[in-house]
């Protein structure tokens, strides 16, 4: 197994609500003034996705810790979410720690109560799921149950280029969890992964760290390389849409050059472990 030295990276400031924005390490040592302007640009032009209200239900079975059915018999997958997974139907699928807890835990919070569907893009799976966020009640009191599976550690953030809706918020509920160790973060199974250290991870949906030692667009493809190797090294591969849709919200692909980031993502083999990053929520900057 290849094991490579992580090189030591300041860390950079980022806000809750920046979507994925990165602000470079020389800004964290910029005078307060020039560092509170910047920050308030990029509250400015971070995406904000209204809520749509959809239908209201009830919650008449949980599948598992993140899709549950409606007494009309539809399903709703929580988007936004995963919660570690049963088996299902799928044979010979493991089991991930704590399904069982994350299953009891939804239950607690929405089963057998009628629940408001609200969406924030897509609206439905392949599957024929309602993909839609969940609350208890109506008007902006409404508990939502996305959140407070997060905020128990009974989920991680998991999103799509066409549902980013709330993510901002979602992925703030994520790291405080994280920090107190709740639910799944007490668990090395799904701590945050070093890039120097992936081997055993491809197959998997993992949060990886790193420095970006070299970032490029190539014929409109973006590339993010951890590692002096690229053939061997751990990289982040952006499509052209995604180049694009980064480049308008204001992140050159570029700029996360020298930069120390966590990425999110399904990894895969191919030059060494690989993952494709879609939309700017799946790239964040550590706190600490």
Not at 6 to 20: F, M, N, Q
Not at 67 to 79: A, G, K, N
Not at 96 to 105: F, G
Not at 167 to 177: G, I, N, S, T, W
């Amino acid at each position: 197994m290849r094991r490579r030295r992580s090189a030591g990276v300041p860390p950079a400031i980022s806000s809750p609500s920046l979507g994925g924005r990165i602000i470079g390490r020389r800004d964290a040592r910029a005078p307060a003034r020039r560092l509170l302007l910047l920050l308030a640009f990029l509250w400015s032009v971070s995406p904000a996705v209204a809520l749509e209200p959809g239908p209201s239900a009830l919650v008449v079975d949980i599948v598992d810790g993140d899709t549950v059915v409606l007494d009309d018999r539809s399903e709703v997958r929580l988007v936004g979410l995963q919660a570690p997974k049963l088996p299902l139907v799928r044979p010979n699928f493991p089991t991930w720690p704590l399904a069982a807890e994350a299953k009891a835990a939804l239950e607690a919070i929405a089963g057998g109560r009628r629940v408001q569907l609200r969406f924030g893009g897509a609206r439905m799976d392949r599957h024929g799921r309602h993909l839609a966020h969940l609350f208890l009640g109506e008007g902006d009191g409404a508990a939502w149950v996305q959140g407070e599976m997060l905020r128990r550690g009974m989920a991680r953030v998991y999103t799509f280029p066409d549902n980013r809706a709330r993510v901002p918020e979602m992925l703030a509920l994520e790291r405080e969890a994280r920090a107190a160790r709740r639910g799944i973060w007490g668990l090395r199974f799904y701590a945050i992964r070093s890039a120097d250290d992936l081997d055993r991870d491809i197959g998997t949906f993992q949060i990886v760290e790193g420095e970006v030692l070299g970032a490029a667009v190539v014929r409109g493809r973006g590339y993010l390389n951890f590692g002096t190797d690229w053939k061997t090294d751990f990289t982040v591969v952006v499509p052209p849409d995604a180049v694009r849709l980064f480049r308008r919200e204001g992140a050159e692909i570029q700029s996360f050059q020298g930069r120390t980031v966590r990425v999110r993502g399904w990894l895969r083999w191919y030059d060494g472990p690989q993952m494709e990053v879609t939309h700017p929520e799946q790239i964040e900057v550590p706190e600490s």
